[in-house]
């Protein structure tokens, strides 16, 4: 946007933040920074670049940015007070935080709340030009939104311990967003993966703040199109040169895809090397174990998880538990990931609960349902790649999940209330 461009365009749309300063004494040095630190929030913000010389009325289309904003940011300088078009947009913003609420943010940028609030020092010497110029009523009007401004709290650079200016602008930004987010904005608590409960002013917040911004959306293992909608409904909620990358195990999610990519297998090569980091710790096989592992590649189908898992649970064994697993998946020759994984599900002892709950609760009902040590039984199953312990939160692979709740499924598919937690071992003691 050049300099002239932004004062002779009308606004498009609502801004979530209008910036009133004085141009002579912050564009180059905090003006330009805090603009360029909104924009990267991704903070849609009208700033008024043109330099010509202005007359006392404010157009049309710049009272309009300011009565659609829903922030404003007023920067006092030392010469905002000279300015007849400053003091018009702050009386303008005065009137729109009484009538719509508008949240006002005030900066003193090298000048305090008292010479704004008494107009004295380069406001006085301001003041006095301009009640030579204009009438009394308007330049009583302009001392009165000053000192309303000057009443209320605002940020003032000089209270920061070591006056950095990225510091005091990052601290803005946290109460620009804090207000954007909290005061106009609902942001859903939890999208599930399951269920997206994202009302219309979710996905107003996603158009809002991305409709202008080149971004890069990853969507993974979107299960349905509803999911979707509520999370890109329309191309138009993402700014030009965006990309959007979904990965799912339903092709019927991406039909109106511009291009679609089938994953490919493992190549036979690299699937011994992953299968042998989890099986050996190390990117080859022992030598004895050469031919095992490359039936046990080879039944895996080239399947990453199926590699990852049924690697870690061979790691250790002697050969001739490597040959009964191994017989195992002979038996499973097709390319069903849940029939290579079910060698590995008498280990798998909390397949269905288990997914992003707190290790304390997963420890409680492990201890309540078997006699062993739950803390064994969690290492053992994160040993054998079946979860993963991120923090104080159990999680697991969704395939894994869904394999547990498959094979209960199939154990009582007419009743109902068996269908509890699947029943396994992870270790010795629990039956």
Same mark, same amino acid.
């Given at each position: ?35 360029a ?17 202005r ?34 947009e ?10 719509t +609420?508008?949240? =006002? &943010?005030?900066?003193?940028? #090298?000048?305090?709340? *008292?010479?704004?609030?008494? %107009? $004295?020092g ?118 030009? +040169?965006s990309? =959007? &990358?979904?990965t799912?195990? #339903?092709?019927?999610? *991406?039909?109106?895809?511009? %291009? $679609? ?6 190549e ?101 349902r ?30 894994l ?31």
């Amino acid at each position: 946007m050049t300099e002239r461009e932004s004062s002779r365009s009308r606004p498009e749309g609502a801004y979530d933040v209008f910036l009133s300063f004085k141009g002579e004494d912050t564009r180059k040095m905090f003006t330009e920074y805090l603009y360029a630190i909104l924009d990267q929030a991704g903070i849609h913000t009208f700033r008024d670049d043109d330099e010509l010389p202005r007359g006392a009325e404010i157009p049309d289309h710049l009272l309009r940015a300011i009565q659609e904003s829903k922030i404003s940011i007023v920067v006092f300088s030392k010469g905002y007070a000279s300015s007849i078009w400053c003091l018009n947009e702050l009386v303008e913003i005065l009137k729109c935080k009484k009538k719509t +609420g508008q949240i =006002v &943010i005030r900066i003193f940028y #090298d000048i305090g709340p *008292l010479d704004v609030r008494k %107009q $004295t020092g380069s406001f006085a010497e301001a003041f006095d030009k301009h009640e030579e110029r204009f009438e009394k009523k308007l330049v009583k009007e302009w001392r009165k939104a000053l000192e309303e401004a000057g009443n209320l709290s605002g940020w003032n650079l000089e209270d920061m311990a070591n006056g950095s200016e990225a510091k005091f602008i990052e601290e803005i930004i946290k109460d620009v967003l804090n207000n954007l987010e909290h005061k106009y904005l609902y942001v859903p608590e939890h999208l599930d993966g399951a269920n997206i409960n994202c009302d219309d002013r979710g996905k107003f917040l996603i158009k809002e703040r991305l409709c202008r911004k080149r971004v890069l959306v990853v969507a993974d293992d979107v299960a349905l199109q509803d999911q979707l909608n509520a999370l890109m409904g329309d191309r138009s909620w993402f700014g030009p +040169g965006s990309r =959007v &990358i979904i990965t799912t195990r #339903d092709s019927s999610v *991406l039909l109106k895809a511009d %291009q $679609t990519y089938q994953i490919k297998e493992v190549e036979p090569d690299e699937a011994l090397q992953l299968f042998s980091w989890h099986a050996f710790k190390d990117t080859k096989p022992a030598e004895e174990y050469i031919e095992l592992s490359k039936k046990a590649v080879d039944y895996c189908g080239g399947l990453p998880l199926a590699l990852t898992v049924i690697g870690a649970r061979l790691s250790g064994k002697n050969r001739g538990r490597w040959e009964s697993e191994i017989d195992y998946l002979s038996i499973n020759p097709n390319q069903d990931i849940q029939g290579k994984l079910l060698t590995s599900f008498d280990a798998l002892d909390i397949a269905c609960f288990s997914i992003d709950r707190k290790k304390e609760y997963v420890a409680k009902v492990l201890g309540a349902r078997c006699r062993c040590n739950p803390e064994v039984v969690l290492e053992t199953l994160r040993e054998r790649s079946l979860i993963k312990v991120l923090g104080e939160t159990v999680t697991m692979h969704d395939l894994l999940r869904d394999m547990g709740r498959e094979v209960v499924r199939e154990s009582f598919p007419l009743l109902l209330g068996k269908r509890t937690k699947v029943r396994a071992r992870g270790c010795m003691e629990c039956t």
